[in-house]
């Protein structure tokens, strides 16, 4: 019993050891994660703009706060060899690589606009409306030049 | 003696094979008695250069990468855009109202037998990158109001460069056995067993909007595969998906009519991710429609039948997970995996 119960601790211990050492998320998945909580953000406030929940200022302000902490992190995640062209599990285009410059550059207004609709948000919602409406055109500027559809599939 | 009536045989049969293909690949143009009169309406015209978004192939790229995919101006219609197919390259050409380079030389018939008939003024095939397949669908009503339209615009006098094609496909009296295959010179009929809201959308999707020129996959031919309608496709111009527009649980399934009325209207999905890629023009183009045409664009695709998706990832190559991935070892990244080849 008591080598059983041995054998079992030594066992999850390797495991926890071996998880540590490659349990660690790819780059890929680290900017999917960050990407996902910019979309989760978006969709909070989207829902109030569209009229579909009411407008919150202040979990609206709280939102785009949060998109906009994520740019600064999201540039550094994109190390040579990990474009869709490497691994179809990511959407970045390989034409990021080409340009980089221009794609840092939206990451960069990505900031900009998120940020200005945190501000716009404590306003209220008029002021906030256009903020948002500004925001997703940054979404769909670079998503146009860099973001290549993947197969949408349920598992 | 016997060897000389074989050759005979086999310089009469050639001819004879040569003409019927020459017969048979003749383009066929709708005649100036077939064309109606018609006043143009100036104002319906730009609203069916939306429908179309005839810029966002049309407008000069924004940069001097050919394949750019932002435009410089949408109202310039300079051509010059690079369509990278598994056909070869294909340059969009200029349908500015100049007289020389670009479109305004043209008479109303000339314009509408390119539009509905694939066909040159100079009476050549125009290469299916053009979606006449999708144009012959339209009333002539609309064709000639967007004729209309296209002549206020201002001309630009450079020429695009000439397709980029590798054999057979550089011969384009060809196409005229592809037309028999897949342009079948019928306009948009309403199904009336259906609402007029989805006839609408209907005609929409299927004329002007041009929308199973991507979303429909095609066959080796070229000619898309109507089993497959709306279905999703590979990209024609590269990488990646062009996604299932059915009510499948893959496609738009969960998707409500509203939801995608407003995703043409905003560029936001359900999830509020936004719309990307070479969509991006498109839904800017459908979001100056009226709100009841984007309303009936939802209605009709939601009338489609669902179909699972058309391309499966598991069809696309992977790239081998256990290459090395020293820097060293790689001289050109790009050589590393093969290109997914589209089937068409």
């Given at each position: 019993m008591n080598r059983s119960l041995a054998v079992a601790v030594a066992v999850s211990?390797?495991?926890?050891?071996?998880?540590?050492?490659?349990?660690?998320?790819?780059?890929?998945?680290?900017?999917?994660?960050?990407?996902?909580?910019?979309?989760?953000?978006?969709?909070?406030?989207?829902?109030?703009?569209?009229g579909t929940d009411p407008y919150d200022g202040d979990v609206a302000a709280a939102a785009m706060k949060k998109i906009s902490n994520v740019p600064d992190q999201y540039v550094k995640l994109f190390p040579k060899g990990t474009s869709n062209k490497d691994d179809p599990e990511t959407e970045a285009s390989p034409k990021i690589w080409e340009d980089m410059k221009s794609f840092t550059e939206k990451a960069g207004k990505l900031k900009?606009?998120?940020?200005?609709?945190?501000?716009?948000?404590a306003q209220g919602e008029d002021a906030f409306k256009p903020a948002f409406a500004n925001l997703t055109k940054v979404c769909k500027d670079c998503h146009e030049s860099f973001r290549i559809e993947k197969e949408k599939k349920k598992e | 003696m016997r060897f000389r009536h074989v050759l005979w045989i086999g310089v009469v049969l050639a001819v004879a094979v040569a003409l019927a293909f020459w017969q048979v690949?003749?383009?066929?143009?709708?005649?100036?008695?077939?064309?109606?009169?018609?006043?143009?309406?100036?104002?319906?015209?730009?609203?069916?250069?939306?429908?179309?978004?005839?810029?966002?192939?049309?407008?000069?790229?924004?940069?001097?990468?050919?394949?750019?995919?932002?435009?410089?101006?949408k109202k310039v219609l300079a051509g010059g855009?690079?369509?990278?197919?598994?056909?070869?390259?294909?340059?969009?050409?200029?349908?500015?109202?100049?007289?020389q380079a670009g479109i305004g030389g043209w008479t109303d018939l000339q314009f509408v037998n390119a539009m509905m008939r694939g066909v040159s003024p100079s009476g050549q095939h125009y290469y299916p990158a053009f979606p006449y397949t999708s144009y012959q669908r339209m009333t002539y009503a609309d064709a000639l109001d967007l004729r209309a339209y296209l002549a206020t615009l201002p001309a630009v006098a450079t020429r695009a460069p000439d397709h980029d094609l590798p054999f057979p496909f550089g011969i384009r009296r060809g196409l005229g056995l592809w037309k028999l295959l897949y342009l079948d010179h019928h306009q948009f009929s309403p199904?009336?067993?259906?609402?007029?809201?989805?006839?609408?959308?209907?005609?929409?999707?299927?004329?002007?909007?041009?929308?199973?020129?991507?979303?429909?996959?095609?066959?080796?031919?070229?000619?898309?595969?109507?089993?497959?309608?709306?279905?999703?496709?590979?990209?024609?111009?590269?990488?990646?998906?062009?996604?299932?527009?059915t009510p499948n649980e893959n496609g738009l399934g969960k998707?409500?009519?509203?939801?995608?009325?407003?995703?043409?209207?905003?560029?936001?999905?359900?999830?509020?991710d936004s719309v990307g890629g070479a969509m991006v023009k498109v839904q800017e183009n459908l979001a100056l429609l009226n709100p009841e045409d984007r309303n009936a664009i939802a209605a009709y695709l939601k009338s489609l039948p669902p179909l699972p998706n058309a391309v499966s990832k598991a069809k696309v190559k992977k790239p081998e997970a256990d290459a090395p991935k020293e820097e060293g070892e790689k001289p050109d990244p790009d050589a590393q995996t093969e290109e997914p080849k589209t089937p068409y």
């Open positions: 211990a390797l495991l926890a050891g071996s998880l540590g050492a490659f349990g660690e998320d790819s780059v890929i998945k680290q900017r999917q994660k960050l990407m996902k909580g910019v979309g989760d953000a978006n969709k909070t406030v989207g829902k109030m703009v569209k900009a606009a998120s940020a200005k609709a945190a501000d716009a948000a | 690949t003749a383009p066929e143009t709708i005649s100036a008695e077939a064309l109606p009169r018609h006043a143009p309406d100036v104002a319906n015209g730009e609203y069916v250069y939306y429908e179309g978004g005839c810029s966002s192939c049309h407008a000069a790229p924004a940069s001097n990468k050919c394949d750019d995919p932002k435009t410089a101006d855009r690079c369509l990278r197919t598994p056909f070869g390259a294909f340059y969009v050409p200029n349908i500015s109202s100049d007289k199904d009336p067993t259906k609402s007029a809201e989805i006839n609408r959308g209907a005609y929409i999707v299927q004329g002007p909007g041009h929308c199973s020129e991507c979303h429909t996959s095609r066959n080796l031919l070229g000619g898309k595969d109507e089993s497959k309608a709306f279905a999703g496709a590979p990209n024609p111009e590269g990488r990646g998906v062009i996604p299932n527009i998707w409500t009519q509203e939801d995608i009325a407003y995703f043409l209207e905003t560029g936001n999905d359900p999830d509020f």
